[in-house]
């Protein structure tokens, strides 16, 4: 499945190449939020723009996606903007989980959407870290076996504090921190 999702993903890719490092759209508001130090992750990052964002920021990320394509988009993008150092990309098959690693100050997840990795994710954080996630959604949108239903973040990620969160026009996402304590 997750194979055929490699090749499907590395032919949308190919003949690409990555655009500037960025938070995705939804979150910009919401980019001091965002830690200056510790370790992020980022599922599904395609050609890690957010990733490099973050790594500019001053934080180490690991970045997965199961295109190869895609990570190596991503590699290429953290060595141009001097980054390489704070960055590991690899080719990852989340449909095998979440990888191991490190309490997490950060987990970005943008417009990749598993809900049996959603308790590994909430696991994953570090204390006082930070969750941005955003799913296709059925709010808004025609119903669809890859789209999230109504409430579908908040109930997942419920033990976590919301900073903000919207859903509608077919989009879900989620700003959330874990409790210190
Ligand atoms: C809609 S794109 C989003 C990419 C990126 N997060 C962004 O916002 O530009 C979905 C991404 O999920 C990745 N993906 C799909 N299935 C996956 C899997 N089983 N494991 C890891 N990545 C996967 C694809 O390769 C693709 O990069």
């Known amino acids: 499945m997750a194979e055929a999702d490699g090749v499907r993903w590395d032919g949308k890719y190919s003949g690409r190449t ?7 759209e939804v979150f910009v508001p919401y980019s ?3 830690p200056i130090a510790g370790h992020a992750v980022e ?4 050609f ?23 990570i190596e988009q991503a590699q290429g993008l953290a060595a141009r903007h001097g980054v390489s150092n704070r960055c590991a990309f690899s080719v990852t098959d989340l449909d095998d989980g979440l990888p191991p690693g ?11 959407r598993d809900p049996t990795l959603y308790p590994a994710i909430g696991d994953r954080l570090a204390a006082g870290g ?8 059925e709010v808004g949108a025609e119903r669809g076996p890859f789209r999230a239903r109504r409430g579908e973040l908040r109930d997942a990620f419920a033990g976590l504090r919301s900073l903000a969160a919207g859903e509608g ?8 921190r874990r409790p210190r304590s």
């Open 102 to 112: 490190p309490p997490a100050a950060v987990i970005l997840c943008h417009r990749f």
């Open 169 to 176: 026009d077919g989009q879900a996402w989620l700003l959330a």
């Open 32 to 34: 001091d939020e965002f």
């Open 48 to 70: 890690g723009q957010a990733s490099v964002w973050l790594a500019e920021r001053g934080l180490t990320v690991e970045g997965v996606d199961v295109s190869a394509v895609a």
């Open 43 to 46: 599922l599904a990052c395609g």
């Open 18 to 24: 990555a655009g500037p490092p960025c938070l995705p």
């Open 130 to 137: 930070l969750l941005a996630i955003s799913v296709l959604s």
